[in-house]
């Protein structure tokens, strides 16, 4: 694998994000780099000497969500190439269904599964830890939902699992602002399972993982299949459909004149500055 280093150490495999570079930001839905964290986790899924996988990333980030240089760019759009045509809705559907179904099949993993949280944690970043059966994460981690200012207003594959983790207003609150919490924060609304100091999150979370691999393996598998019957009750597993048919809808959001496009700023200025530019505007009014 190229951005994806698998290990394993006796009941515990890990899996660790390698491109430090970039923030391990990913391009969840239809990129290449993607694909090999969904195989790692495959590779975890059909080994039955696994009990627990760890999820990491390397570097000064866990995942900083979504590789934003290449968002819009999977659909077709924003090429700039003479005649381009608008990407049509069987295009957009497609590549975000299948994104969503890689999301879905973390979700119901049958493997415990733990993300361990430093540094940024945003985004596609922060969805896709909410999908671990746990998550331990450094009191001064970085946790928050920036993209939504690209327009999602509170919508999107995070919105119910959001709000039945930390409840309906503070649900929002993360996802109408945008703006980041601490990991010790994040743990005193149960956005995650446990804060630790940074310098003993490697030590806490193998211990955790140690801990869970006392079960036995029949027994986590019907743990498993006991909570796949809880989350379907709850509106959960099919909230995925909801999540890839929203997410497709933002894909078309028409930008007025006096508001902010990030697609367009990101043509005309480049990523990292469009990127300053959508929050910049926010100086003052978030915290």
Not at 186 to 197: I, K, Q, T
Request: charged share 25%; net charge neutral; proline share 2%.
């Amino acid at each position: 694998m190229r951005y994806v280093i698998y290990e394993k150490q006796g009941s515990v495999a890990t899996v660790t994000m390698n491109r430090p570079e970039n923030l391990n930001a990913f391009c969840f839905f239809g990129g290449d780099d993607a694909a090999e964290i969904w195989s790692a986790f495959d590779l975890a899924a059909e080994d039955d000497d696994v009990k627990v996988v760890i999820w990491k990333g390397v570097g000064r980030a866990f995942c900083v969500g979504h590789d934003m240089t290449r968002v819009g760019f999977v659909y077709g759009m924003g090429t700039g190439k003479a005649g381009e045509r608008r990407p049509s809705q069987r295009i957009r559907l497609q590549i975000d269904r299948r994104g969503t179904d890689d999301s879905r099949r973390l979700f119901l993993h049958p493997k415990l599964t733990i993300a361990q949280v430093h540094g940024y944690c945003l985004g596609g970043g922060l969805w896709a830890a909410l999908l671990c059966d746990a998550i331990v994460a450094a009191e001064d981690a970085t946790l928050g939902f920036p993209e939504q200012r690209l327009g999602f207003a509170g919508s999107g594959a995070e919105l119910t699992h959001l709000v039945l983790t930390v409840g309906m207003k503070r649900a929002l609150d993360l996802l109408l602002t945008g703006r980041t919490i601490t990991g010790r924060e994040a743990a005193g609304m149960g956005l995650v399972s446990r804060a630790v100091p940074a310098a003993a999150l490697e030590e806490e979370t193998r211990k955790l993982a140690a801990a869970l691999t006392l079960l036995p393996r029949d027994g986590i598998a019907i743990g498993k299949a006991t909570r796949h019957l809880i989350y379907d009750r709850l509106g959960l597993t099919g909230d995925f459909t909801t999540a890839y048919i929203s997410h497709t809808l933002f894909t078309n959001v028409r930008w007025e004149a006096d508001e902010y496009n990030f697609f367009r700023e990101r043509r005309n200025r480049g990523t990292r500055e469009a990127l300053h530019g959508r929050d910049d505007r926010y100086q003052g009014l978030m915290q």
